[in-house]
T-cell receptor, first 115, second 112 residues
Framework: DGGITQSPKYLFRKEGQNVTLSCEQNLNHDAMYWYRQDPGQGLRLIYYSQIVNDFQKGDIAEGYSVSREKKESFPLTVTSAQKNPTAFYLC??????????????FGDGTRLSIL | GESVGLHLPTLSVQEGDNSIINCAYSNSASDYFIWYKQESGKGPQFIIDIRSNMDKRQGQRVTVLLNKTVKHLSLQIAATQPGDSAVYFCAENIGNNNDMRFGAGTRLTVKP
């Protein structure tokens, strides 16, 4: 089945530690996205990538980093600089080239908590 | 499972009734809109989309209505079932990079 796989489902971070969240898609989508979801709020964009080896900051990129070395993969690193990392993280992908108006499809998320 | 939305607007309906979930969007230049369903502990699931050159679009048991004059979007679910219980939120495309803005959502509860 085609889809988006996020791992792990649950992740715990210690103080001062960087952690990396995995996102893999086999939909052959060009664009990939990372969002953060907090209770009672809409999704907020962290980073997005339209093509391999290129990515752009979203609204809340501080304390996060990404890479896009392969079309299928878009890992997110939550660095120790992110002071409030506890949240539900969602990865999405779409066929979108800019302006194409294609729906974004989501994985089932990773819940990150602080120890 | 985890709650993905606390203190959200809620809608409670009886099984078999029709549901209407509303969304006010922000940007009059937005040209593409999506409704998503999110169950507890899962990622959002695409339900239906609509482009700004349309006023209405129908899917299986769902209809989306777009009123551009008042920047309002609604999702109608016919014959609501217990499996429809979830958080529903709308999204609008505000830019040229498929840059979506997401509402916080409405929690739908279906009573048997």
């Amino acid at each position: 089945d085609g889809g988006i796989t996020q791992s792990p489902k649950y992740l715990f971070r210690k103080e001062g530690q960087n952690v990396t969240l995995s996102c893999e898609q086999n939909l052959n989508h060009d664009a990939m996205y990372w969002y953060r979801q907090d209770p009672g709020q809409g999704l907020r964009l962290i980073y997005y990538s339209q093509i391999v080896n290129d990515f752009q900051k979203g609204d809340i990129a501080e304390g996060y980093s990404v890479s896009r070395e392969k079309k299928e993969s878009f890992p997110l690193t939550v660095t120790s600089a992110q002071k409030n990392p506890t949240a539900f993280y969602l990865c999405a992908s779409s066929r979108g080239r800019p302006g194409s108006n294609q729906p974004q499809h989501f994985g089932d998320g990773t819940r990150l908590s602080i120890l | 499972g985890e709650s993905v939305g606390l203190h959200l607007p809620t809608l409670s309906v009886q099984e078999g009734d029709n549901s209407i979930i509303n969304c006010a969007y922000s940007n009059s230049a937005s040209d593409y809109f999506i409704w998503y369903k999110q169950e507890s502990g899962k990622g959002p699931q695409f339900i239906i989309d609509i482009r700004s050159n349309m006023d209405k679009r129908q899917g299986q048991r769902v209809t989306v209505l777009l009123n551009k004059t008042v920047k309002h979007l609604s999702l109608q679910i016919a014959a609501t079932q217990p499996g429809d219980s979830a958080v529903y939120f709308c999204a609008e495309n505000i830019g040229n990079n498929n840059d979506m803005r997401f509402g916080a959502g409405t929690r739908l509860t279906v009573k048997p």
